[in-house]
């Protein structure tokens, strides 16, 4: 609480010598005009700290204003009142007018399987912990997950993108569209090693379809949505940021992925990522989670990877990419890949490859790992020979390999 300011001490007046009367009312006039004077001078005193204190306040409320000269003098203009600053409206950000827009272009994807037939476990989990966890989530919720999915349509004829796990093995694959329509879907193709399929309806034409973002330009904390169908419930978008770039988590040597922490859940795979214009960036893939469902850990594939695989697999059906057939791992004494496994007749066994033989480089390339080395084979075209520098018990030797196709069976761990 605030004191009251304290008053300045009222000193006695010096004792007077006693006179007559007339002396004495003149002495007591006196003493009241010096008493009168005193209080003036006091209460002109606090009255100019009223004052300032009043200016101090104005000044306050008057945010970013000059204080105005004294206008008490004749002929200076009055000051000028300060000018109200008005309150910033403020609300949550809608993303309404955006999900209006790109809602007709995200599909909900239901699968039927033959409970007889096994389900191939995808090679972007197989060899990871997301191994034991995914086949589990089959044991227990197969029906539940596994036959619901995403997607979104590409182009105004019906192709559709969305994941391999989705669709593979599928006997039936159903496409709904956000007003309710339901079409048969034909696959087109599906790429094992980094998890991207497509598939096509014949729909209404011409139909709605999205646009791709450049992934590349993607910043950590840009805004993002996500689109799906979240344990078959039907279409739903969520918001988020991205978390991070780049992401290893052990699904396959082609990992890059984009780390969300919009809620992403089963069923949301196959779908679409948008950046705040529209865009497809990324397609939402898997997410690390001890329950099952959305923690805030959601992977996506940038779209920097996802759409030269799309425009392959739409023109061949399959990727064709290059192979040597020897199995490899990091070594680090020295750096460099080395290989654990040769195929029988490989490219890598006709070339002389062996078993504990470290590939520095490759042609003119520098082995840093055997990530590098797993990617750059696979880019090479089939029927291109490639330089190998292998240290062989502290030997360094130069061999020359054809590259192959690489099988398209997903059960080779050579490459």
């Known amino acids: 609480?605030?004191?009251?300011?304290?008053?300045?001490?009222?000193?006695?007046?010096?004792?007077?010598?006693?006179?007559?009367?007339?002396?004495?009312?003149?002495?007591?006039?006196?003493?009241?005009?010096?008493?009168?004077?005193?209080?003036?001078?006091?209460?002109?005193?606090?009255?100019?700290?009223?004052?300032?204190?009043?200016?101090r306040a104005a000044e306050t409320l008057a945010v970013g204003q000059t204080a105005a000269p004294n206008s008490g003098v004749e002929g200076e203009p009055p000051p000028a009142?300060?000018?109200?600053v008005p309150l910033v409206e403020s609300r949550p950000l809608s993303f309404a007018p955006l999900v209006r827009r790109i809602a007709p272009t995200v599909v909900n994807i239901a699968v039927t399987r033959d409970s007889e037939k096994p389900h191939k476990l995808p090679s972007s989990v197989r060899g990871t912990p997301l191994e034991h966890r995914y086949r589990e989530r089959m044991r227990q919720h197969w029906n539940?997950?596994?036959?619901?999915?995403?997607?979104?349509?590409?182009?105004?004829?019906?192709?559709?993108?969305?994941?391999?796990?989705?669709?593979?093995?599928?006997?039936?694959?159903?496409?709904?569209?956000?007003?309710?329509?339901?079409?048969?879907?034909?696959?087109?193709?599906?790429?094992?090693?980094?998890?991207?399929?497509?598939?096509?309806?014949?729909?209404?034409?011409?139909?709605?379809?999205?646009?791709?973002?450049d992934s590349r330009l993607v910043q950590v904390?840009?805004?993002?949505?996500?689109?799906?169908?979240?344990?078959?419930?039907?279409?739903?978008?969520?918001?988020?940021?991205?978390?991070?770039?780049?992401?290893?988590?052990g699904a396959s040597p082609f990992d890059d992925f984009l780390q969300l922490d919009a809620p992403i859940n089963p069923g949301n795979s196959g779908g679409p990522t948008f950046n705040m214009a529209g865009q497809v960036v990324a397609l939402n893939t898997a997410i690390v989670s001890p329950t099952g469902g959305s923690v805030g850990l959601g992977f996506s594939i940038p779209s920097e990877i996802v759409r030269p695989i799309v425009e392959t697999l739409r023109k061949t059906g399959h990727m064709d990419r290059g192979w040597l057939g020897a199995t490899l791992k990091d070594s680090t004494t020295p750096l460099g890949a080395q290989v654990t496994e040769v195929d029988r007749n490989s490219p890598a066994a006709?070339?002389?490859l062996r078993r504990g033989d470290i590939v520095s480089r490759l042609n003119d390339e520098r082995v840093e790992?055997?990530?590098?080395?797993?990617?750059?084979?696979?880019?090479?075209?089939?029927?291109?020979?490639?330089?190998?520098?292998?240290?062989?018990?502290?030997?360094s030797l130069e061999?020359?390999?054809?590259?192959?196709?690489?099988?398209?069976?997903?059960?080779?761990?050579?490459?």
């Open 221 to 249: 904390g840009d805004w993002i949505l996500a689109a799906g169908n979240p344990f078959g419930l039907g279409s739903s978008v969520t918001a988020g940021i991205v978390s991070a770039r780049g992401r290893d988590i």
């Open 144 to 213: 539940d997950l596994l036959e619901a999915g995403s997607g979104f349509i590409i182009d105004p004829d019906g192709s559709i993108v969305t994941n391999g796990h989705v669709v593979a093995d599928a006997d039936r694959i159903t496409v709904s569209l956000m007003d309710g329509q339901e079409f048969i879907a034909t696959p087109v193709g599906i790429d094992p090693l980094t998890d991207i399929a497509v598939i096509k309806i014949d729909g209404p034409k011409p139909m709605p379809y999205v646009q791709w973002g």
């Open 350 to 352: 006709h070339a002389g």
């Open 81 to 84: 009142q300060p000018t109200p």
């Open 1 to 55: 609480m605030t004191q009251a300011p304290r008053l300045p001490a009222l000193f006695p007046l010096p004792p007077a010598r006693r006179a007559t009367r007339p002396a004495r009312r003149g002495a007591v006039t006196q003493a009241m005009a010096r008493r009168l004077a005193r209080s003036m001078a006091c209460g002109l005193t606090w009255g100019l700290l009223a004052q300032s204190g009043t200016a």
């Open 369 to 395: 790992s055997a990530r590098f080395m797993i990617r750059a084979v696979a880019a090479a075209a089939p029927g291109k020979t490639v330089a190998l520098t292998v240290l062989r018990h502290g030997q």
């Open 399 to 415: 061999l020359q390999a054809l590259v192959g196709h690489r099988p398209l069976t997903e059960d080779t761990d050579s490459h």
